[in-house]
């Protein structure tokens, strides 16, 4: 596995994931360990494995929505050639979305999105004494031309952007639209009529 990869998850315990053409085994969870079939089709990169306290929310519902991910520690501005090396065959792996979180100058989601024609999620992280509002106005402030669509500051913006990414999938997924609908519907049930 390559250096900075963490081993991906899915619902079909037992399989493999691969990554460049590298076998990894699954990582357990706090919830166990599920591990991915074959492709992986979101990428969830951050700038600093500190950052992974938020951006397992991204891919915890992705693995409950039966999603695979592959997570990575890139940054943009410490391993420049990560990204270019993880991007340069990205589509040829199966990936279709994009999704990284960063803080500070979080530049992690314009540079990626600079190197690719995926669509690109960004989630600023709140790891700065500005309380992620610098890495807010970094992501959301992308030039016209390359666009990264940016979500909410923190756990709830990597949650949202794991959502947003099988949102994406499941246009071309009737099984994935499907279990997106009872995950929305489950979510729903679970508000009570009265406080």
Known sequence: M???AKPTKRAEAGSVARSGGVESSGRAASGGSRRAAGRAPVGILMGSAN??????????????????????VISAHRTPQR???????????????????????????????AHTLL?????????????????????VQMPGGIPVGTLAIGKAGAR?????????????DP?????????????????????
């Open 119 to 139: 669509p690109v999620l960004g989630v600023p992280i709140d790891s700065s004494p500005l309380q992620g509002l610098d890495a807010l106005l970094a992501t």
């Open 2 to 4: 390559a250096k900075g």
């Open 160 to 172: 949202n952007a794991g959502l947003l990414a099988a949102a994406i999938l499941a246009r071309k």
């Open 51 to 72: 950052d992974y306290g938020v951006m397992r929310a991204a891919e915890e519902v992705l693995d409950e929505l039966g999603v695979a991910s592959d997570v990575r």
């Open 175 to 195: 099984a994935l639209r499907e279990r997106l609908a009872a995950w929305r519907k489950a979510q729903s049930d679970k508000v009570p009529d009265r406080p």
């Open 83 to 113: 990204l270019v090396d993880f991007l340069a065959g990205a589509e040829a792996r199966g990936l279709e979305v994009v999704i990284c979180g960063a803080g500070g100058a979080a530049h992690l989601a314009g540079v990626t999105a």
